[in-house]
């Protein structure tokens, strides 16, 4: 009788000690529950976005997601991006990655770097015929060619094709001389008018160009006419 008694005291014992074990999980699992996730707010696509394309107020939006889930490349702001350009397709709902999109122009590609409705053409270039060397991107040059054909003017005859054309790039090559390494000039690209474009490509092919450098500050044209053995006398200070 005693020993069932004992036994009988053991199970309460052990019953209670399970609720309380039980008990005790709930609560810690509850409050477990009731930690709060972190959330981030990132720039997604509203709709699919294509490749190459300015990206406009109506193509992105906002949207929270959980800190844990942001890319590390993720825009956090849409003053960021709008009116920037897209390197590949984004997907609808995809976050919007700097890798993306061209965030910083002025150390992007060229093609990223030409202005709306405007060309980039490259020209041979000189010590001589380039300012000696001395013309650099963001500059301002004047073109001028001297056409010696026949077919184009009865004599050698110089003309300003183009003023005020902005630097776009400037090649270069290394060579060696006396045993030391010199850079040379050896193009230049600008950024012309498509029309502009078609002038320079024929002077290229049927003349001799040289280029002028601007003060930065002088975006002036000067109306000019042509220069050859027809008006050598009549030349003055324009």
Do not use: W
């Not at 001799?208 to 030349?235: A, E, H």
């Amino acid at each position: 009788m005693k020993i069932q008694k004992k036994v009988l005291i053991f199970a309460v014992l052990m019953g209670l000690l399970t609720v309380v074990g039980l008990s005790y999980y709930i609560n810690n699992n509850s409050n477990a529950q009731k930690v709060e996730i972190p959330y981030s707010k990132i720039v997604v696509a509203a709709n699919a976005i294509p490749a190459n394309v300015k990206i406009t107020s109506n193509m992105v939006t906002m949207k929270s997601v959980p800190t844990e889930s942001v890319h590390p490349e993720a825009i956090t702001s849409l003053d960021k991006i709008i009116g920037k350009i897209t390197k590949s397709e984004i997907v609808s709902g995809e976050q919007v990655l700097s890798s993306r999109i061209v965030v910083d122009v002025e150390n992007a590609a060229l093609a990223y770097r030409v202005p709306q409705n405007m060309r980039a053409i490259s020209i041979p270039n000189t010590e001589v015929t380039g300012v000696a060397g001395n013309i650099n991107a963001g500059d301002k040059i004047d073109i001028l060619v001297t056409y010696d054909k026949k077919d184009i003017n009865p004599v050698t005859t110089t003309y300003t094709q183009l003023q005020n054309i902005e630097v776009a790039a400037v090649g270069s090559d290394i060579v060696s001389t006396d045993d030391k390494e010199k850079v040379m000039p050896t193009s230049i690209t600008v950024f012309v008018k498509p029309a502009q474009a078609e002038v320079l490509a024929y002077a290229v092919s049927n003349g001799s160009i040289f280029l002028t450098l601007r003060n930065p500050i002088d975006s002036g044209k000067v109306d000019l006419k042509y220069y050859n053995s027809t008006n050598f006398s009549t030349y003055n200070e324009r």
